[in-house]
C-alpha cells in the first residue's frame, strides 16, 4: 500500500479533482485505518460534481467517504427564485389554511433553513443509513462514543447530504410532480446521494445532531399530517433545513418520550 495519507489534507476540492487510481488509494487507506473493508467504489467523470464514491464496511454497517476542507454549506434565499407552483401551494395550502405561517414565504424559509456559509470540516467517514435512537438524544453521543462513534455536527451533516449543491434539495431546487416524501415511489430522494449516502426517502425519518436545535432530514411527519401543503411537506429534505419547533420539542419531556422515533447517522472519525 502507498505511504500513509493524512486526512486532514484530503479536502472535498481535491478529492474531486483525483485520478482514479489515487482516489481509490485514498479510499482503501481510510478502510484500512478504521479496520474495515472497501465495500462500493465508484469513478467516473461522468458522475458530474463528485466524480468518485467510496463506501466502507465497518462492523457490518457502510460508512460513505465524505472530504472535508473548506466548503460551503447551508442555502442563499436571495440567489433562489421560488416557482409558480412553489408559491401556490405556500399561498393557497399553508397560508390560507391557517396554521399562522408567515404570508411571506421568504420570511418563513429564513427561519427554518441556515444561510449560505463557508466552513472547515473533518475528512470523516458518515454511515449510509441513519440508525434509530436507543436512547433520549442528550444521552446518544455517549453510547455512539462506546462504539468508537459520534453524531455528526450539524456542518457535517448539510456537507454530507448536498455534496457541494447550491440548490434547495440535494437533486435541485424543485420536487417530483409524481411522488411522495414519504413512503414507496418514484423520486430523486429515494437514490443514493453523491457520497452514497441515502438521505431523506421518508420525511417521517427525522434526524439529530451533535447540536440540539438542529434536527435535519425530517419532521416525524409533522407537516404531512398536518396538511401543511405540498411544499411544505416537502421542505424537510431541503440539505439546509433544521426544523428548530421540531428540535425544540425533542428537548421537552413529551418529546423526549418519542426518542425512538427519531434517527441519528453516525460518524467514525479519520485521522
Given at each position: ?10 479536502t472535498f476540492a481535491r478529492w474531486c479533482t483525483l485520478d482514479r487510481a489515487t482516489a481509490r488509494s ?246
Amino acid at each position: 500500500m502507498p505511504s500513509a495519507v493524512s486526512f486532514a489534507d484530503l479536502t472535498f476540492a481535491r478529492w474531486c479533482t483525483l485520478d482514479r487510481a489515487t482516489a481509490r488509494s485514498h479510499a482503501e487507506q481510510a478502510a484500512h485505518q478504521v479496520g474495515g473493508t472497501l465495500a462500493e467504489w465508484e469513478s467516473d467523470p461522468a458522475r458530474g460534481r463528485v466524480p468518485h464514491r467510496a463506501v466502507i464496511e465497518r462492523d457490518g454497517h457502510g460508512f460513505a467517504l465524505i472530504p472535508g476542507g473548506e466548503v460551503r454549506v447551508g442555502f442563499d434565499l436571495a440567489a433562489w427564485t421560488p416557482t409558480a407552483e412553489q408559491l401556490r401551494s405556500y399561498r393557497e395550502e399553508s397560508v390560507a389554511g391557517g396554521f399562522g405561517f408567515d404570508a411571506d414565504l421568504f420570511v418563513h424559509l429564513a427561519g427554518v433553513l441556515t444561510p449560505r456559509r463557508t466552513v472547515t470540516l473533518p475528512t470523516v467517514l458518515m454511515a449510509v443509513e441513519a440508525e434509530a435512537l436507543s436512547e433520549v438524544p442528550a444521552e446518544a453521543a455517549a453510547v455512539l462514543a462506546a462504539r468508537g462513534l459520534r453524531p455528526p455536527t450539524p456542518d457535517e451533516w448539510e456537507h454530507a447530504c448536498g455534496a457541494g449543491a447550491e440548490t434547495l434539495f440535494r437533486w435541485g431546487d424543485t420536487y417530483p410532480a409524481d411522488s411522495s416524501p414519504y413512503g414507496e415511489g418514484p423520486g430523486p430522494h429515494h437514490l443514493p446521494n453523491a457520497f452514497g449516502l441515502r438521505f431523506g426517502y421518508s420525511v417521517y425519518e427525522a434526524e439529530v445532531t451533535s447540536d440540539p436545535g438542529h434536527v435535519h432530514g425530517g419532521d416525524g411527519g409533522e407537516a404531512a399530517c398536518g396538511g401543511y401543503g405540498t411544499f411544505l411537506t416537502w421542505l424537510p429534505m431541503a440539505t439546509a433545513n433544521h426544523n428548530p419547533g421540531l428540535a425544540a420539542f425533542l428537548r421537552e419531556p413529551d418529546g423526549e418520550d418519542q426518542y425512538e422515533d427519531f434517527f441519528v447517522r453516525p460518524v467514525v472519525e479519520l485521522r
